[in-house]
């Protein structure tokens, strides 16, 4: 079964899924504020679209490859700290350029974050349950995409479309630094380092 110390790994993991897709999806809903105030076409706004995954999809690829060599904990809560910085950041774009820039390195370390987080669950639980624990921290993301409307439509109208970005960078420096407080080595990273918990 599972111990306190899963149930604890679980929810830090998914707190943090969470606002990987609050932070990735919140673009296509303040899009609208971002085109009127930053000039921007259809297409820039697609490019700035496609930035964000394009960066998920390398970030995925050469973080697991980090995490491999330092540690998946470090690589973690690293990436975790980085997107939450560059969400925040994005409040200050002024160009397309630099909306560009952001939403690629952002994405960057939201994908490279996710592979990492559901490795190292799947370490620490009993190989029956391995599947339902990453499809309940996967849950997390999906509910982060679903409150990326709700919130914008909330804070937009007052604080424009940066407090969008202002808060959820802010809440995913929050959980950063749980997961810098609470989060375990990779069993397997510490075995293969011959390191001593």
């Given at each position: 079964?599972?111990?306190?110390?899963?149930?604890?790994?679980?929810?830090?993991?998914?707190?943090?899924?969470?606002?990987?897709?609050?932070?990735?999806?919140?673009?296509?809903?303040?899009?609208?504020?971002?085109?009127?105030?930053?000039?921007?076409?259809?297409?820039?706004?697609?490019?700035?679209?496609?930035?964000g995954l394009f960066g998920m999809m390398v970030g995925g690829f050469a973080l697991a490859y980090v995490g491999d060599r330092i540690?998946?904990?470090?690589?973690?809560?690293?990436?975790?700290?980085?997107?939450?910085?560059?969400?925040?950041?994005?409040?200050?774009?002024?160009?397309?350029?630099?909306?560009?820039?952001?939403?690629?390195?952002d994405g960057f370390a939201i994908g490279g974050m996710l592979p990492l987080a559901w490795a190292l669950n799947i370490e620490f639980?009993?190989?029956?349950?391995?599947?339902?624990?990453?499809?309940?921290?996967?849950?997390?993301?999906?509910?982060?995409?679903?409150?990326?409307?709700?919130?914008?439509?909330?804070?937009?109208?007052?604080?424009?479309?940066?407090?969008?970005?202002?808060?959820?960078?802010?809440?995913?420096?929050?959980?950063?630094?749980?997961?810098?407080?609470?989060?375990?080595?990779?069993?397997?990273?510490?075995?293969?380092?011959?390191?001593?918990?």
């Open positions: 079964g599972l111990s306190g110390f899963n149930y604890r790994l679980i929810v830090l993991s998914w707190l943090i899924t969470v606002f990987d897709g609050f932070d990735m999806m919140m673009i296509s809903f303040t899009a609208p504020y971002m085109r009127d105030e930053l000039g921007l076409d259809k297409m820039m706004l697609g490019n700035v679209f496609s930035a540690g998946r904990r470090g690589t973690i809560v690293a990436a975790a700290f980085a997107f939450g910085v560059l969400t925040f950041l994005t409040a200050f774009a002024r160009s397309y350029e630099e909306l560009l820039l952001l939403r690629f390195v639980v009993p190989t029956r349950m391995r599947s339902t624990v990453v499809t309940v921290i996967m849950m997390g993301y999906s509910l982060g995409t679903a409150m990326a409307g709700p919130v914008t439509v909330w804070l937009a109208p007052q604080y424009g479309w940066e407090g969008v970005f202002m808060f959820g960078g802010a809440a995913t420096l929050v959980c950063a630094a749980f997961l810098l407080f609470f989060l375990p080595e990779s069993v397997r990273f510490l075995v293969s380092k011959r390191m001593r918990t």
